[in-house]
């Protein structure tokens, strides 16, 4: 049976521009309105000089890579289901402005075919190739159950 289909290195990349929208859609399916994200006049006077994107709309850019990456896993062929444990050592280095492009690098740092996980490496760039964000993600490859007959 392969549970998991990947090797350590391997890697995804995925890019997006930080648009108004995705930060007040974000806004209100969450409710964080912010002065940072929502308020011009209020950043207007910080050192930033204007409204920043929210730090966890960055971490679901990097969830749209670990799933770029399960859909090349189960393309391959594999027995399991991955499933996400969650992000550790996360750090926001600094700001995404509204108007940036922003890309995510998601790279096989270990796996662990004994417990059936993956951890792996995860860099956000602005378009200046400046590092904003990083992290850490771990998959749990579950195996799958045989249907009933």
């Not at 049976?1 to 350590?8: A, E, L, R």
């Not at 011009?40 to 679901?60: D, N, P, Q, V």
């Not at 995860?122 to 200046?128: A, D, R, T």
Request: glycine residues 8%.
């Amino acid at each position: 049976m392969t549970y998991m289909n990947v090797q350590v290195s391997e890697q995804v990349s995925f890019s997006k521009t930080v648009s108004e929208s995705d930060v007040y859609l974000f806004a209100g399916i969450t409710g964080d309105l912010g002065g940072n994200h929502c308020n011009e006049e209020f950043m207007r006077t910080s050192k930033y000089g204007r409204r920043i994107a929210h730090g966890a709309l960055i971490i679901g850019f990097m969830s749209t890579t670990s799933t770029m990456l399960i859909e090349r896993c189960l393309a391959r062929g594999i027995d399991s289901t991955p499933v996400s444990l969650g992000y550790d050592r996360i750090r926001i280095l600094a700001p995404v402005f509204l108007g940036d492009t922003v890309t995510v690098t998601y790279t096989i740092s270990e796996v662990d075919e004994e417990r059936l996980r993956t951890r792996a490496k995860i860099e956000v760039k602005n378009q200046h190739g400046e590092l904003v964000t990083v992290g850490e993600h771990i998959l749990k490859w579950v195996p799958r159950v045989e249907e009933a007959a």
